[in-house]
């Protein structure tokens, strides 16, 4: 198996209520489990992410 890369919702301030937490084998991957967790858990729009968010979740990844 390859190292996986991990995250958990409740790392991000805010959300430390969330038992979400996902893995991946890749950084695309993971990115699309996690916009669709926001979306359908948090009803909010992963498009309107600005680049300073994602560069925020980014580093929230474990590997
Ligand atoms: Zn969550």
Do not use: N, Q
């Not at 996986?4 to 993971?30: I, N, Q, R, W």
Request: charge should be negative; include cysteine.
């Amino acid at each position: 198996m390859k190292p996986a890369l991990s995250y958990a919702c409740k790392d991000y301030p805010g959300m430390e209520a969330c038992p979400g937490h996902f893995v991946a084998e890749t950084e695309g991957e993971l990115w699309k489990l996690m916009e669709l967790h926001a979306t359908i858990a948090h009803e909010e729009d992963p498009g309107a992410w600005s680049a300073e968010d994602r560069a925020y979740i980014g580093t929230l990844i474990k590997s």
